[in-house]
């Protein structure tokens, strides 16, 4: 594969995670214009995040399996197509239903095309040295997608509307499209067999778990329709586990989580997807629905959080490389924890100018938890299960997220007030960071190096 064609795949490839990154971050500065223009309440918005994240999540490692099986060039094409369509629907929406719909088919495409990429970069590249500059470059665009998408979603909503977060991605899309088609290498495993019981399963189960968490508040706990969903969430989650544990080709081999490190490794990322996600959610509300920024104003705002994460990510990882996972994991975790009770003290009459070194607390937390908790989690299986482990790990965040988001907001919803709910959630959360510390401490200990 020659230069120039190496070099094009990591555009590509890197144009289809900022695509993906940069969504999440703009959407949720979108939300009070989409709540004003389409009547919505924090319920309906609650769903359109979540709806993107329920598929994403749910078809994530069966979407790997597919690629294996069919061709990860082909199955990234198709995903980005869908992706895009998903975009358009969106854009165009009129109702909230609509608008959830585009957000699932969003969902769908993004399963589809992530998993291979990893894949698709190790074949462009078969010199390591080449392959480590290249996974830097693919691994700096989050950075990018982080810095660039508060401000950048911002003003496009305050100066284009809200549909304009979507229609960015169809000129991105189809670039990427193009480049794949043209330059991507292709690369299958068609040992690797589906599981379909274990996918119908666990998208029934944390389907029925998000819907009973969002509407709980409003149908009420103890309504038949919410336990009923509750009912169907334990049932399918629980024969869930019982097919993983039986089935030749687990879409999650549960063996791995006999694994301390694993099983710690895992269980931080899904506390930090859980106190994350649903705090900018709250977060981005509170700048525009009560501080009354505009949506180009608040996204300058969560700048200092941004930038911090970018800032202390690399330092983390170096730290991770000398030390181990469990020290910089352990304290980011608690920075990032204390970072979202000291929100707490936050309200309507609070000037940003007096609060917005919380955020640099709460990102440099982050920023010091996420690259130790994912190399720990490689780091805790065999280097030819790390594609398997990494997909799980992403997993293991995004339904923390969908369960964060589902959780959180109804507790803002039962709370009386936005504020109050809003550090309510904020109190949550960062116990949440809080305990994922602990657990950091206590679990991840470090291989002992044996003296030869």
Known sequence: MEARARTLTVVGLCLALFMTLLDSTVVNLALPAIAEDLDVRIAGLQWIIDAYILVFASLLLSAGALGDRWGRRRVFIAGMVVFCAGSLVCALAGSLAVLVAGRMVQGMGAAALLPGTMSILAAAFPDERERAKAIGIWSGTSGLALLLGPPAGGALVHFAGWPSVFYLNLPLGAVAIFLAARVFPETRDPRRGADVPGQVLAIAGLAALTYALIEGGRAGWTSPLILGALGVAVA??????????????????????????????????????????????????????????????????????????????????????????????????????????????????????????????????????????????????????????????????QVGGLIGIALLGSVVGAAGGFVLGMHRAFLIAGAAFLVGAVIAFAFMRERRRVRT
């Open 236 to 397: 399918a989650l629980t024969g869930f586990l019982l097919v993983e544990r039986r089935a030749a080709d687990p879409m999650v081999p549960l063996r791995l989580f006999a694994r301390p490190r694993f099983a710690s490794g895992t269980a931080v990322i899904f506390l930090v997807g859980f106190g994350l996600l649903g705090s900018f959610f709250f977060l981005s509300l509170f700048l525009q629905q009560v501080q009354r920024y505009s949506a180009a104003e608040s996204g300058v705002r969560l700048l200092p959080a941004m930038a911090a994460v970018v800032v202390a990510a690399p330092i983390a990882g170096r730290l991770a490389g000398r030390v181990g996972s469990r020290a910089p994991m352990t304290a980011g975790l608690a920075l990032a924890g204390t970072g979202l009770l000291l929100l707490v003290t936050v309200g309507e009459r609070t000037p940003y100018g007096s609060w917005w070194p919380v955020l640099v607390l709460f990102g440099l937390g982050l920023g010091l938890t996420m690259s130790p908790t994912n190399a720990a989690i490689i780091g805790a299986v065999d280097q030819r299960q790390a594609g398997l482990a990494s997909a799980v790990g992403m997993t293991m965040q």
